[in-house]
């Protein structure tokens, strides 16, 4: 093979590295581009809230995350377990193996200038490779139908009365708040005082985010959700602006989910709920952005205690 056939091959191949790196890229730039939210649902970062009646739309990836896909530390049992995906998911076990040969033999032929299909003696060959490709493609989709019956989300509700569940029902102090559901078999059981709790945090967290009081952030949220909104404050401060948030009323709330990893429970919340924001200049006041009117927002809270401890908001995500 002489040196113009090995730089065509070494030419095909980067091509092909390129096209399976340019999704990845984009879905990076574009997930940077969107302002807000973000945080981690421990293994369910990357997998998206049942909907409720309070968010019965679609839910927003996690535009921010410490986590990282398939990371030991956050805890998925396809992750950590052996059987069919093996050890750290599908690139180690059975078809991470049978993939990456099929594609390491064609990108190998490629670069020495055979071809993908280079090393096939006849139409024999071609039709055996074939039948092997159906066979993978059959165990694969097997495969993962039984990983996502097997990682299927538990709803979780606190029990309620007869006929909880079907909308949402009045808060315990006052006209608004969150509805019931009558699940008994729940791996979390979420109770009224938890509710009470969520609604609490909702207003906290946003007076204290208003009064840029990391200190008291921190009694609120975890330590990621924390680094997120000092870095999001110190860029108001960067733009000379301050963000004003006042009159935070719960109108709505269901919970999505909850669910127990280790000693920590999660609990998700979808809210819908009410509030004046307003965009200020520091040392003037003067009103830059907002008008200064009630306004409704929807979005999905995801908070985290340790077995016993306080819930903490562990991550927010906007609604579309």
């Not at 193996?97 to 020495?112: D, P, V």
């Not at 165990?139 to 949402?168: H, K």
């Not at 404050?233 to 948030?245: D, G, S």
């Amino acid at each position: 093979m002489n040196f113009s056939q090995r730089t065509r091959g070494i030419v095909r191949v980067i091509a092909v590295a390129m096209a399976l790196a340019l999704p990845v890229v984009m879905t990076v730039s574009a997930a940077d581009a969107r302002v807000g939210g973000g945080g981690s649902r421990g293994s369910r970062t990357f997998s998206a809230p049942p909907s409720t009646s309070t968010a019965p739309g679609s839910v927003a990836p996690m535009n921010r995350t410490f986590s990282q896909p398939g990371s030991p530390n956050m805890g998925t049992p396809a992750a950590n377990a052996g059987g069919l995906f093996g050890r750290g998911g599908m690139g180690r076990g059975l078809l991470g193996g049978l993939a990456a040969g099929f594609l390491g033999a064609g990108l190998f032929g490629m670069l020495f200038g055979g071809g993908l299909f280079s090393g096939l003696g006849g139409l024999s060959s071609i039709l055996g490779l074939l039948l092997q490709i159906g066979l993978i493609v059959l165990v694969v989709r097997l495969a993962m139908s039984w990983w996502q019956r097997r990682n299927a989300p538990a709803n979780a509700y606190a029990g309620g009365p007869a006929g909880a569940g079907t909308g949402p029902q009045p808060n315990y102090r006052s006209g608004f708040g969150f509805g019931l559901g009558g699940g008994s078999d729940a791996p979390v059981e979420i109770a009224p005082s938890d509710y009470e709790t969520f609604e609490r945090l909702l207003g906290d967290i946003q007076t204290a985010w208003s009064n840029e009081d990391i200190a008291k952030l921190h009694t609120l949220a975890t330590p990621e959700m924390v680094s997120y909104f000092s870095k999001d404050l110190e860029e108001n401060k960067a733009r000379n602006v301050t963000n004003r948030v006042a009159n935070v009323k719960l109108l709505q709330g269901d919970l999505a989910e909850a669910w127990r990893e280790g000693d920590s429970e999660y609990a998700t919340v979808a809210m819908r709920y009410s509030l004046v924001d307003t965009m200020l200049e520091r040392g003037t006041g003067r009103m830059v952005d907002g008008n200064g009117q009630p306004e409704e927002v929807t979005e999905v809270w995801t908070f985290v205690r340790q077995r016993g401890g306080n819930w903490e908001l562990s991550a927010i995500q906007q609604t579309n």
